[in-house]
């Protein structure tokens, strides 16, 4: 879990992102309920793959955002915090979180 600063977006605009995990193990990028899948080496994107959703984001090469782009087309996503810190999706769905039966969770 790493936060991370805003290079310069707008006069005293400072957003922060944080490093998760997909539930497939890859790194996407957490800002305001929504994340962001790499697409090159510096470029991220929206991870949701709505069509016409075009949210994206720049870092630079010490990892701070240097433009941003945060106007998307669908809803954010509901996360949650684990007792352990970590992030985890919740479901759209009532269902069961198995392997998180004993842990609990803080959304926001």
Known sequence: MLTKNVGIIGVGTAVYYEIVKSQRGKKLLLIDGFTFSKANQNHWVCSRKVVG??????????????????????PPRKFARTETGEVVRMPRKKCVFYGLENKKLYSF
């Open 53 to 74: 959703c075009k949210a994206r984001l720049k870092l630079d090469d010490d990892g701070y955002i240097v433009s941003l782009y945060n106007d998307h087309c669908h």
